[in-house]
């Protein structure tokens, strides 16, 4: 992956064909990209599996091999320079389009066994045993709002075999307006936000759990695991209450920069009571600090 996103940073430079509305090597080169991070990040979540090596060995096998065909298919679409997702315009076409779905379900089993191992597994570090299971299925839920995106749009179901059967886009079509760097639509909902954000979880909940640890040495509190434990707690339950209204926002159809009341309101809830939960979560006599001094004879 991170030769092919090299080759796909030349083709962006050399390549001038646009394909809806973007550099047509930009989607290999961001799903490289994607793919390498996600890849390290499951390969250390099963470097500390003390059980079950083998069956996770086995499962990231299985994961990387499906990530591999998928972007073999994504760059032939590429060469060919016709869209890859969604098109159905030909038989090869919606063969290989076919094939990408069966790719992902495979990659998503694939590290749905990963997840079930990291929940079984006992992990010494519980705050770190947490911030892992939790960001694999939190990644689960974000890598699922794919199949949210090959349901057919009202525009689609209105034409007799459509060349193209489901979109990024909610609202408006594929290839409009769109955010800078990402792509992401401007001027109407993007399930690429919802599906980005949730898988990214991978490595972003870890980090901040890595963070917290390498500041444990300034801040006493910070050193009680206890209370990583409860910061990681509702860290995961503000990235999943996020990621839940990032979706919501997307499938009614508003863009990530147009938020209306509800989602400020939503947005401002979750800022609050994220707030509130880390400052009890700080506050907080840990258990050690509550057991009784042994009285003196």
């Known amino acids: 992956m991170g030769a092919l996103a090299l080759v796909a940073a030349v083709g962006i430079a050399l390549d001038d064909r646009i394909l809806v509305g973007v550099p047509i090597w930009t989607k290999p080169f961001k799903f490289s990209v994607s793919f390498v991070a996600y890849a390290l990040s499951l390969a250390w979540m099963l470097s500390m599996l003390p059980r079950g090596r083998r069956v996770g060995w086995w499962a990231g096998i299985v994961v990387a091999a499906a990530g591999a065909a998928e972007m073999v298919l994504i760059t032939l679409q590429v060469i060919r320079g016709e869209r890859s997702h969604f098109n159905q315009a030909t038989p090869f076409d919606n063969t290989v389009f076919q094939l990408m779905g069966a790719t992902v379900l495979v990659l998503w089993l694939g590290a749905l066994a990963i997840a079930v191992l990291l929940l079984r597994a006992r992990i010494l570090d519980r705050a770190m045993a947490w911030a892992v299971r939790l960001s694999s299925l939190i990644a689960l839920a974000g890598a699922a709002v794919g199949f949210l ?3 057919p749009t009202p525009e689609q179901l209105a034409v007799d075999e ?9 609202g408006v079509p594929d290839g409009g307006p769109s955010m800078p760097v990402t792509g992401w639509a401007s001027d109407g909902g993007d399930l690429r936000i919802p599906h980005f954000f949730g898988m990214h979880a991978l490595q972003l909940l870890p980090l901040l759990l890595l963070v917290l640890a390498a500041l444990a040495p300034r801040f006493i509190r910070l050193g009680d695991e206890r ?8 860290a995961a339950a503000a990235y999943t209450a996020t990621f839940v209204l990032l979706t919501w926002q997307a499938l009614r159809g508003q863009a990530l920069l147009a938020p209306d009341g ?5 947005a401002g809830a ?18 050690e600090s509550r057991r009784p001094e042994p009285a003196l004879r």
């Open 149 to 151: 995106m090959v349901s």
């Open 162 to 170: 459509p060349p193209i059967v489901g979109a990024h886009a909610v």
């Open 227 to 234: 209370v990583r434990l409860r910061l990681t707690l509702t």
């Open 262 to 266: 509800a989602t400020l309101a939503g």
């Open 270 to 287: 979750i800022v609050l009571l994220t707030a509130a939960s880390a400052t009890l979560s700080l506050r907080g006599r840990s258990p």
